[in-house]
């Protein structure tokens, strides 16, 4: 019988090297540190557009870090699941994944590993359901929990859904509240 180390390296679906055990605290607290300095850049968009450029080009090096630094992680050790790094430490490693824009392939990689995560209580439901979507958007296909908006014609709406009429049944199965509630508070969120 294997070891439970042995189970969980196997499980995460890590091609990594053996080696010595990962401290996960430390990768804990630096999922932690990153979160905070993307969510402090997200939330303080500058609104004169002299400004807009810098932030921009500011936000893309935070996010191209922060998957560089998340790709290092999952290469070497397995995805951060919630046995490894906690229930917010999975939700964080998570959040980069979802801001990890720039490499929709390393997106797709991690809705893998996050999919068996989610499937053994490792990881949040919802979290797969908001990368679920940001993949399938990504990749030009209809998402499945309708949590990915844009702008039309001045409205925050949903992207295209596969199979609206059940989406309110998909969303309550991963924690998720109905879609109509989700736009109002998205239409709050962007006064729109």
């Known amino acids: 019988m294997p070891s439970l180390a042995g189970a969980i390296f196997l499980w995460s679906g890590a ?25 402090e850049l997200r939330l303080n968009t500058p609104s004169n557009e002299p400004e807009i ?11 191209a870090d922060n998957r560089a630094w998340l790709t290092g992680v999952v290469d070497a050790h397995g995805w951060p699941a919630i046995s490894r790094v906690g229930a917010q430490g999975a939700h ?29 209580g490792e990881a949040d439901g919802k979290d797969l ?6 993949v399938a958007v990504a990749r030009g296909r209809e998402q499945i929990y309708g949590t990915q908006f844009h702008l039309v014609d001045g409205v925050m709406v949903p992207r295209p859904i596969a199979d609206p009429k059940r989406v309110d049944e998909r ?22």
Request: proline fraction near 4%; include cysteine.
């Open 92 to 120: 964080d490693a998570w959040l980069l994944a979802q801001h990890a824009d720039g490499d929709p392939d390393f997106q797709e990689r991690c809705l893998k590993l996050l999919r068996k995560a989610a499937a053994s």
């Open 15 to 39: 091609c990594a090297a053996p080696g010595p055990a990962p401290d996960w605290e430390a990768i804990r607290a630096e999922l932690a540190r990153r979160v905070a300095a993307d969510q």
């Open 129 to 134: 359901a908001y990368l679920e979507d940001r």
């Open 171 to 192: 969303r309550a199965k991963v924690g998720l509240g109905t879609l109509e509630k989700y736009a109002e508070q998205i239409r709050e969120v962007y006064g729109k």
């Open 53 to 63: 450029m810098d932030w921009f080009l500011r936000l893309e090096a935070v996010d």
